[in-house]
């Protein structure tokens, strides 16, 4: 169970890199999201946010570095035991 602490990152990223077929698409992110705070990724069209995201909500696992929320390391937990919610702009149902 995850419980809002005080003073702990909601997210931290250290190091993530993703890289397919020998193309790196997420190399070497390193971020800090807050509890409460509001955080948006921009960039142009295939340069990783989706990746990114997928990630952090454990669909594809980083060939390096940690992920953490709530200060816990969430490499190892299942897509569903991770408190993370993911709405992608196109779907299939």
């Known amino acids: 169970m995850f ?22 698409v997420v190399k070497n992110v390193s971020l800090e999201i807050e509890t409460g705070e509001l955080f948006t990724l921009l960039g142009r069209s295939g340069c990783g946010k989706t990746t990114l995201l997928r990630m952090i909500a454990g669909f594809e ?7 953490a929320i709530e ?12 408190p993370v919610g993911l709405i992608f702009q196109n779907y299939a149902l």
């Open 3 to 24: 419980l809002v602490k005080e003073n702990i990152n909601m997210v931290r990223l250290d190091s993530i890199s993703k890289s397919f077929g020998g193309k790196t």
């Open 61 to 67: 696992t980083p060939d390096s570095g940690t992920i």
């Open 71 to 82: 200060g816990q390391d969430v490499g190892s937990l299942p897509v569903e035991q991770r």
